[in-house]
């Protein structure tokens, strides 16, 4: 259970990371807090010829809050998040969900835009960070761009990462004072990799609706319009307009075959109703 | 190897280490730490977990060349800790432990539990210490000396702190040391070396692609389609083996089939993973049935992973004359390490998006058969996330307009 030996270099800034990306002969892999990246590695799953440390880019652990959203660095801990070191715009929902996230210490080392490159479809970020409707920012050769994190996950373990470029930060919008959310996710054991996970966000003043199913082989179904499969989201009985039928439908028409499979994601999506925050 | 410096349990420790070396066995190996035990070393059991700058985290999965600069604290570093002491006397009293192993790392996350959570139930406490695997006590003596712990403490009006005192953002352990970027004197493993292995592989495999009569793949994928073309030229372009073999993306032929024999290469990239997979295949058709097989398997050097493959293919008339329907099924086995990713549901989707690509790129080159346009370009590697993207938009799209009622 050794890695490969391979050479390490701890850049200063995204400027050198993206030229050290540039060397196309070998196999380079960036490496955030090692959390998933560091088994694969002891697995030899990966064996890389280089490995580029971002936790020394301080843009990268920066935060920036605005009016509307909150800006992370792509190094921000799942622990920074529950621990409110980053402030929380989403009436809890994120400190939650980072709660959740394997173990606590996993969490002081795992980051954000690690879990949402590395493109588990068992990760907690990836289907609730689609649930709020958060943006990455990407930085390459050819200039930065933007894109809904649902797009930003291709498949499983692959995110849409052109050669040379890297996931710089996380743009979360900030929910309005009517806004609820849900998330459960079902695991045999805790802290292991999900099984199945619901998730919402409905934000009246911001005309959102979201549901999301993840924990998919694959990419989260995410219903961008979910005000026919979750309505109102009653404030007494919340998971009252649910509707398990359409969900179930849903999920057939994303592509999950299996009918217990569909089951458990309809079952993680009410509950994610019933326990709206 | 680089020298890497830190403080371990409050003194300067450093030695010359490989950038691969983990936190673990920096300590157990160069400084004879050996109260930090290695279990599963990939981040599951929790036998490892020490504290990095005050916080718990897990040293197998944390390399120590990143932790450069850094506070480490072992379990031999917590003999005069308050927590850690009061943990130790309610470890001994509610038989908190037997054989021992796991208790380095119970003791680290116990002790984070106390600090930090305030009133915790005994589900709170299970949630928590759930990264921490015990296989003796079967955990209720762990939970309750916990509870004491804590119980006592807020007795004595001792408060939780939520945030373990952290005030710095990112991962534990990082950011004291200065950037470097270290050119390196050259890549660890020389590439000369890399590329002289594939004939090999290929010599050892031959073999085992003869001894493949009753073999069965573990996963198998059928497909039909129809093509329009006679059913001459389409069992003519499956003779072609080149080009069949050109639409599986990422594969390619080392010359022309001698008796039913060829070599060739696959390359597969799934996220952080790469494989180059090279070996043999069989090839046999039978004209009565208008039906052949390619049978092949390869290893990929770097892994040492192996894979089996099969195509088997029948052509017969379509609905109407001039067309062809082809029954495709594609098998697959996968041994070694790459296997060892028991997540075999991700395993599945991959296989399913390079098979669905195959059968898209066949069907594109049998439909441009005879219209003399060049063939389709295939992409030469498999590349799992360009794919999915083309894939994955007809599904999306066949998805919404089903929600929607809308094309």
């Known amino acids: ?277 | 190897m680089k020298t890497v410096a830190l403080t371990v349990n409050g003194s300067v420790a450093a030695a010359a280490v490989e950038p691969r070396t983990h936190l673990a066995d920096f300590l157990r190996e160069t400084q004879n730490l050996t109260g930090t035990h290695l279990g599963c070393e990939h981040g599951v059991c929790g036998a490892c977990t020490l504290l990095i700058d005050g916080v718990p985290a897990r040293s197998c999965i944390t390399f120590a060349a990143m932790c450069e600069g850094a506070e480490i604290t072992t379990i031999e570093g917590l003999d005069h800790d308050e927590i850690a002491t009061e943990l130790r006397a309610a470890f001994t009293r509610e038989h908190g432990l037997q054989c021992g192993y796991c208790t380095p790392g119970m003791i680290v996350s116990a002790r984070d539990v106390v600090l930090r959570l305030e009133d915790p139930s005994e589900h709170d406490i299970r949630v928590a210490m759930s990264g921490n695997l015990c296989r003796c006590t079967g955990y209720v003596g762990i939970v309750r000396a916990i509870q004491g712990v804590i119980a006592d403490r807020r007795g004595r009006g001792i408060r939780a702190i939520p945030d373990g005192g952290r005030q710095v953002l990112g991962p534990a352990g990082s950011g004291h040391a200065a950037a470097t970027v270290s050119p390196a004197a050259g890549p660890a493993r020389a590439a000369a070396s890399a590329k002289a292995t594939p004939r090999q592989a290929a010599a050892t495999a031959t073999g085992a692609a003869h001894a493949g009569s009753g073999w069965k793949p573990q996963t198998t994928f059928n497909q039909s389609f129809t093509v329009a073309h006679p059913v001459d030229v389409v069992w003519d372009f499956f003779g072609r083996v080149g080009e069949v073999a050109s639409c599986l993306p990422g594969a390619s032929l080392a010359g022309e089939p001698v008796d039913g024999h060829v070599e060739g290469a696959i390359k597969v990239r799934v996220g952080p993973i790469a494989a180059d997979f090279h070996g043999v295949a069989d090839v046999t058709r039978d004209e009565a049935t208008r039906s052949g097989t390619i049978i092949g398997s390869g290893k990929d050097s770097r892994s040492n992973s192996a894979t089996r493959g099969a195509i088997g293919y029948t052509v017969k008339p379509g609905e109407s004359p001039g067309r062809t329907r082809v029954d495709v099924t594609i098998g697959f086995t996968l041994t070694g390490m790459l296997a060892q990713f028991s997540r075999s549901g991700l395993v599945q989707d991959v296989a399913n998006r390079l098979i669905g690509a195959f059968v898209q790129n066949l069907e594109a080159r049998l439909a441009h058969q005879g219209d003399g346009a060049p063939a389709p370009a295939v992409a030469a590697e498999f590349d799992a996330g360009s794919l999915m993207a083309s894939l994955f938009r007809d599904r999306i799209r066949r998805f919404f307009a089903r929600l929607f009622g809308r094309a």
């Open chain 1, 1 to 277: 259970m050794k890695p490969v030996n391979f050479d390490y270099a701890r850049p200063a800034d995204v400027g050198a990371v993206l030229d050290l990306l540039k060397d196309d002969t070998r196999l380079v892999k960036l490496i955030a807090g090692g959390q998933s990246l560091g088994p694969m590695l002891n697995m030899r799953l990966v064996q890389p010829d280089l490995v580029v440390d971002l936790t020394s880019v301080t843009e990268l652990k920066r935060i920036e809050e605005r009016a509307d959203e909150i800006v992370v660095g792509a190094c921000i801990t799942h622990a920074d998040i529950e621990d409110g070191r980053v402030p929380d715009v989403t009436r809890g929902a994120l400190p939650k969900v980072a709660n959740g996230i394997a173990y606590r210490a996993v969490r002081n080392r795992g980051t954000i835009g690690g879990s949402l490159t590395h493109a588990d479809p068992s990760a907690d970020w990836v289907s609730m960070l689609s649930a709020v409707g958060a943006r990455v920012t990407l930085r390459g050769p050819s200039g930065s761009r933007t894109l809904p994190v649902e797009d930003y996950m291709l498949g499983a373990l692959e995110a849409d990462l052109a050669p040379g470029e890297i996931l710089v930060s996380v743009t979360i919008p900030r929910l309005s004072g009517q806004a609820r959310w849900g998330y459960y996710k079902s695991c045999r054991k805790t802290g292991e990799f999900a099984h199945a996970i619901g998730a919402f966000v409905v934000d009246p003043e911001r005309r959102i609706s979201r549901a999301v199913f993840g924990a998919t082989e694959s990419r989260p179904v995410v219903v961008a319009d979910a005000r026919h499969l979750i309505g109102e989201v009653d404030r007494t009985a919340p998971a009252r307009d649910f509707d398990a039928a359409t969900a179930d439908a849903t999920l057939a028409d994303g592509g999950m075959a299996d009918a217990l499979d569909r089951q458990m994601h309809v079952v993680a999506l009410r509950r994610a109703l019933e326990q709206a925050r």
